[in-house]
């Protein structure tokens, strides 16, 4: 198994070579973690975005960081939004965390750092989110040197972090 952390912070100020954006389908800036992301990267960031929109559920872009000096790239992944389970909100939201890794795969990154895609403003209840981003990331881990996941509030710390480490005991 590769290695797979769960971190409490700003994800803007995590240094790894790809950082990930909360993005939604037309890569407009919005609010939350995608918000943060277009202040620290500077007005360029939503330029090129607007080059490759849109960017439909599930799948992924990459841009360069503009101003933002801890990373490299920024990879914009559209996570669903949560309509109460029967809208295959899973499967989408796996295949937003696989199609960022894979970008981040074609352009030879080892690092990667993902906010918790979909449960801010688009409603994913975080107790399901959690096991489907982790499983994600372990599951693809060997191909990286380090895949994070930056938690913002301390509910999404414990959360990530008690079911990784449930994950953890139960593959040993
Ligand atoms: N660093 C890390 N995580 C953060 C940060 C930060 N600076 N700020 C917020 N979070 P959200 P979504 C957490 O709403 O649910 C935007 O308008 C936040 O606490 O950012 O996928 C987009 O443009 C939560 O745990 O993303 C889309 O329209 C997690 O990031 C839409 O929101 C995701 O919350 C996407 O909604």
């Known amino acids: 198994m590769g290695n797979v952390e769960v971190r409490r912070g700003d994800i803007t100020q995590i240094v790894a070579e790809a950082i990930v ?3 939604n389908e037309m890569l407009l800036p919005g609010g939350g973690v995608s918000g943060a992301i277009h202040r620290a990267a500077g ?18 872009r990459i841009t ?3 101003r933002l000096s801890s990373a490299q790239y920024i990879i914009h992944a ?11 909100e899973a ?13 981040a795969r074609t ?5 990667v750092a993902f906010p918790s895609l979909s449960t801010g403003i688009y409603g994913y209840p975080l107790e ?6 982790l499983r994600i990331l372990l599951e693809e881990a060997s191909s990286f040197d ?8 301390e509910k999404t710390y414990l959360t990530y972090s008690k079911v990784l480490q449930e994950m953890g005991t139960a593959s040993r």
């Open 128 to 133: 399901e989110a959690a096991p489907i981003a």
């Open 64 to 66: 360069p960081a503009f």
């Open 21 to 23: 954006n909360a993005a």
């Open 146 to 153: 380090l895949l994070l996941l930056v938690a913002f509030d």
């Open 107 to 111: 352009h030879g990154l080892r690092t």
């Open 43 to 60: 007005p360029e960031l939503a330029e090129a975005c607007k080059l490759l929109a849109p960017c439909p559920t599930g799948e992924a």
């Open 91 to 103: 499967q989408l939201l796996e295949k937003a965390y696989r199609s960022a890794l894979a970008l």
């Open 78 to 88: 559209v996570g669903p939004r949560w309509q109460g389970g029967r809208a295959n």
